[in-house]
């Protein structure tokens, strides 16, 4: 079946730095990528569509300026969490997608800010 | 604007009874809906779909546009069903942008 690999699964950075997420779809082409943040015990809070080629489209509250999302291939995505703050420590999830099929997540990424 | 309710966060039941874990929407627009599983450290999978009306591992699911509803069911629960259940709203235009329940955790005890 479709499998979406994100990467690195846990990180731990200070404050004030940057960390790179990467999402991959390992055999099949993503013609949409999702990115969400998931609080203890909450829902999954999409943070922004990512489109191969174009720029994301972020959902509202969601700073585009503090997380950078770039779609550079079908097969790739990547969101930076830029100057880390300790409020920025979460659980971040991928999803891709490819037309209107079914969803595929990532295994998710453990980011913790000191 | 698009919402999903799960009103349990928690769900426990005894192995061999009924489950139901409860969804209702709110879209003005024709809703699609999808129930998704967690297993224990294991990512997101989806389970159904309601247009598919299949039934995957003993779950089905069926829409009720009336009481705009989606509710999950299965009649004997198993121990490998424990899991955090997340039920989802896809919406026209929307291509597969999904709108996520807050989950509920079914744990099935012996």
């Known amino acids: 079946g479709a499998v979406v690999s994100q990467h690195p699964s846990r990180v731990i950075c200070k404050s004030g730095t940057s960390v790179k997420i990467e999402c991959r779809s390992l055999d099949f082409q993503a013609t949409t990528m999702f990115w969400y943040r998931q609080f203890p015990k909450k829902s999954l809070m999409l943070m922004a569509t990512s489109n191969e080629g174009s720029k994301a489209t972020y959902e509202q509250g969601v700073e585009k300026d503090k997380f950078l999302i770039n779609h550079a291939s079908l097969t790739l995505s990547t969101l930076t969490v830029t100057s880390a703050h300790p409020e920025d420590s979460s659980f971040y999830i991928c999803?891709?997608?490819?037309?209107?099929?079914?969803?595929?997540f990532g295994n998710g990424t453990r980011l913790t800010v000191t | 604007a698009q919402r999903v309710t799960q009103p349990e966060k928690l769900l426990s039941v005894f192995k061999g009874a009924p489950v139901e874990l409860k969804c209702n929407y709110s879209y003005s627009g024709s809703p699609e809906l999808f129930w998704y599983v967690q297993y224990s450290r294991q990512r997101l999978q989806l389970l159904l779909r309601?247009?598919s009306r299949e039934s995957i591992k003993g779950f089905t699911a069926d829409l009720n546009k009336g009481e705009t509803s989606f509710h999950l069911k299965k009649p004997f629960a198993q121990e490998e069903d424990s899991a955090m259940y997340y039920c989802?709203?896809?919406?026209?235009?929307?291509?597969?942008?999904?709108?996520f329940g807050t989950g509920t955790q079914l744990k099935v005890e012996l």
């Open positions: 999803s891709a997608g490819q037309y209107e099929s079914p969803l595929h």
């Open positions: 309601h247009i």
């Open positions: 989802a709203l896809g919406f026209t235009g929307g291509g597969n942008k999904l709108t």
